[in-house]
């Protein structure tokens, strides 16, 4: 079988199967695995491209659920608490989402007074939501397989909360009478944005329920010890260790349908790269699925397939500033992951490392900001206008971090921004798009985009797909992939055995 792409979607699907005992071949375009949750080295700071956080790392998380069956260990990492310093960018006192669910609670009333019922309500939905995705159910069916096992992991608290199914966050707000509360929408507007790519009146209920405590116990949100490349290096040394194959700088530029299964073309991307053909009886493609139509043969895709692929919305870009300072400039217990709602150049996530995490000499501390944008033109600018327009959008960025964080133009020893344009030379993602679809109530669920597609033998897994974006989302859109091939082949997936 083949896998198409080793960022964390495609690197555990790849580890699931060699696991057990099928031969997978992944094939990646990049020089190294990890896409946006792989880091890049400048000198002697490593830099996170993407993900800064890991969720999933508790005790039955999805990580954490994966690796042990794999036979590896967790990562090091470091429990965020708090998981994030939220500042509305208003004057008013920044928001701290700490770990300890009573001492959370605690600040929301200080925060957020008379919204208890709303919060009450998000934790009603979130504990019947993670009851239910616990016992791994196909969300999107598309067989008869997939919905036995939606049906087997409903139970009637379940079906209580599917009456939110079409509803959003700002729909609960108003149920608990608290959409007026301007500051607390704000606040959900920031988090909803970076878990959903949407704000509180376009995020599914039932997502951001679950979403607006990742932070808390018994969930969390970790920092890893040396780099997020940790991640794939465990995943990619279990695929190795159970004799899958992993090739490297191998570009997927076509696949069709043969009488063998699949046969896909790749063109290495090193020196003397040859155009090459693989066959295999499946394929799982963890690319964003707008990559479909120009990977496909036109007259293979399903007409209606092929105008679902064609509507998709288009996610959102990122501009991201690697950068890094004294640490003795930042702000004293300064935290690790902070948020800032800003006009220009709009909401602000901070990442800093901590002395001895890896990333920087002691004394030192890496600084990555970033801030979503439109993906608009940014890859078909002429060269000067591309090299002004970065150099314009670094400036804003540094000066909205100077002014939030006290730091002066001297503190900076190292500053560079990467932009659509980098992102999709990086990931290969088209116009260098990020995250998923947006978890808007029509997509989320099972209105959302199936892992089993109308090609037999092609399978989806990445963050366009149930549960969408973030490391520990795309782990179990590449469990649901798994399990959906194997059982396509009369086989079971040991994880589920
Ligand atoms: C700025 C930013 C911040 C983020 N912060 C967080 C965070 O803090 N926590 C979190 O959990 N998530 C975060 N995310 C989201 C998270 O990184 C992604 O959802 C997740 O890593 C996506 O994994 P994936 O495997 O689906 O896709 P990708 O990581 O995009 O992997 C796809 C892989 O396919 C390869 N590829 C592309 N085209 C081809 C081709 N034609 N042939 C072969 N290979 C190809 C790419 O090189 C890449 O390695 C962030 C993302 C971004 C961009």
Redesign the pocket.
Known sequence: MIV????????TAAALLAQDGIAVTL????HQ??????TFRRGPWIFD???????GLEPGGSHARILQHLGLALPKASLLDPGCVVDLGDGSPPISLWHDPKRWAEERVRQFPGSERFWQLCELLHTSNWAFAGRDPVVTPRSWWDFSTLLAALRPETLASGLFTTFSIANLLQLCGCQNDKRLRRFLDLQLK?YSQEPADRTAALYGATVLQMAQAPLG?WHLQGSMQVLSEQLSQAIETAGGEIRLR????AMHPSARGWTVT?TGTGAGAQAQEWHASDVIC???PQ?LVD?LPSDEIPHRYRQRLTTLPEPSG?L?LYGVVQRKALPIDCPGHLQRGTEHPGSL?V?ISRDGDGRAPLGQATVIA?VFTPTADWCELEEPVYQGRKIERLKTMKHELNAWLGLSEDDWIHTELATPRG?AG????PRGM???LGQHPSRFGPFGLAGRTPLPGLWL????LYP???????TL??LNACRQLMEHRGLQLSFNR
């Open positions: 198409i792409g080793g960022g964390i979607a495609g690197l094939l990646e375009a990049h695995a990890g896409g946006c949750a792989g491209v993407g993900a800064t956080q890991v969720a970076l949100l191998h570009r997927v530029q790749t963890s690319l964003p990559c990977l990122a991201v996530f990442s970033s992102f990086w990931t290969g993602r990020v995250g998923g897994c990445g963050d366009s969408g974006e973030g490391t520990a989302g795309v859109s590449a």
